[in-house]
């Protein structure tokens, strides 16, 4: 049986094949890994350009008894607050919340396929998002960035580099689209 040189012929092929499409199975496998790596990579650097750092939150030195504290009494003076003043901060800070969120304006646009930076461009001013398309257009060839097509939420007024984030990043759904504009 193993004298015939057509067993030894297929045994050897189906070795060589066998291999080959382990070596084929694992590149994807590997290669899908690095993908999983690389997006939660991105998405950490996404998190700490909009402040969160990662990790353990840092106790707040006021939320610490004094027990654990470790200043010494000479150290800290607090000057005493009056009562008005007290109650103002938060009214103040609560107003300056609401002044913000009011001002946050998001918008919904739709990049379609084929649209190139110029209609693009004309279509964040429209929507009051950019305030100089020419200089949107100039941005996105310096950085060498083309916008993707799809539906993307984005701030109304967000400047150019908002804009520039937001159309070269990943588009909502179709879906989620629907969704928003139902609830405004």
């Excluded at 759904?173 to 629907?178: L, M, R």
């Amino acid at each position: 049986m193993f004298n015939k040189r057509s067993f030894v012929l297929g045994l050897g092929v189906g070795i060589i094949v066998g291999v080959l499409l382990l070596e084929l199975f694992m590149l994807g496998q590997n290669s899908q890994n690095k993908l999983n790596i690389l997006e939660q990579e991105m998405s950490q650097v996404n998190l700490q350009e909009e402040g969160f750092s990662g990790g353990e939150p840092t106790p707040d030195p006021s939320s610490v008894p004094d027990h654990v504290a470790t200043e010494t009494p000479e150290a800290t003076f607090e000057t005493p607050q009056t009562e008005n003043e007290a109650s103002e901060t938060p009214v103040a800070d609560a107003q300056t919340e609401v002044l913000e969120e009011a001002k946050r304006v998001e918008r919904l646009i739709r990049i379609e396929p084929g649209f190139d930076l110029t209609k693009t461009s004309e279509l964040l001013l429209a929507n009051d998002i950019i305030d100089n398309a020419p200089a949107f257009v100039k941005q996105m060839k310096a950085k060498n960035k083309q916008a993707r097509a799809g539906y993307f939420l984005l701030a109304e007024n967000a400047g150019i580099e908002g804009a520039v984030k937001g159309v070269t990043g990943q588009p909502i759904s179709k879906a989620d689209a629907e969704a928003w504009l139902a609830a405004q």
